[in-house]
């Protein structure tokens, strides 16, 4: 799950093979179909963060398709928002 800059989520849906966006309050407001059995994690990317990276998996799947296990691009209309470095010093 990964959030925009308008502060709506996009959350892979294991096992329908998309990620839908929703507001806060659940309102589905759109939904990006890959055509994989398991999206596992989107991600915005880019320099302008406004790519949206799906990746996909082929756990638990007898026979994956020709589209599980790949990664995917959308173009979404939004961007999303930088992720702070951290620094994991001790």
């Not at 996009?10 to 407001?29: F, H, K, Q, S, Y």
């Not at 991600?43 to 996909?56: C, H, K, M, N, Q």
């Amino acid at each position: 799950m990964c959030a925009d800059a308008d502060g709506n989520l996009w959350i892979a849906i294991w096992g329908r093979g998309r990620v839908e966006c929703r507001t806060t309050d659940g309102e589905l407001l759109a939904v990006v179909e890959t055509g994989a059995t398991h999206t596992s994690c989107p991600v915005f990317a880019g320099p302008e963060l406004d790519t949206l990276v799906i990746t996909s998996a082929t756990q638990d799947l007898a026979e994956p398709g020709p589209l599980d296990g790949r990664l995917f691009t959308a173009k979404v209309g939004v961007r999303g928002l930088p992720t702070p470095y951290w620094n994991l010093s001790f």
